[in-house]
């Protein structure tokens, strides 16, 4: 494939797998998916990762972000995205290369939570804190706090759960797809 073809193909890969990605964050509308669907998104954005290079998959995330953010309502589900599920399944490839397991885990979970406080203030920002915390009266003073652990251990699961994404996408469906495009 020459070179003007392949940046063809690279730029027509980016765009679709971005659109697939927007389409996956629309679903944000659906209340008890806002969380979920910024997770999804980026590992749909990852798979460039695992086809083309990096800076590509960066790209789409850019792409997507700037889309969701324009068109997406769900302010919270955008910054999610924004912050932390849109370039951490990217962003793992290089954090792996850690060796030490617990350093590598003190990694993903510290850049997981300064990621959710930036993201928390910037929607405190655009939003009422009563918004925000709609269902959790019930924990009065402590509702924050008790989010963000449960947060933390949502992360958790995700990350173990990506990398069984990860592994399931390498072996299985990349080389299938890797066969079509050649």
Known sequence: MGKTNRLAFNVAFC???????????????????????????????????????????????????LISFMLIPEVEADLFYIFFFGYYPTLCILIEKIRNKILRFLVKLGLFNVAVVIAYNITVLLLSAEEMLEGMEDFGEYAVYIFWAIGNVAFIIYDVALGVIKQAYTRVIKPKIASKLK
């Open 15 to 65: 765009g679709i797998v971005s659109a697939i990605a927007v389409i996956v964050m629309f679903l944000s509308i659906i209340p008890s998916f806002a969380y979920a669907v910024p997770a999804l998104a980026g590992i749909v954005i990852w798979t460039v990762s695992e086809h083309l290079k990096v800076k590509w998959a960066y790209l789409c995330y850019a792409a997507v972000g």
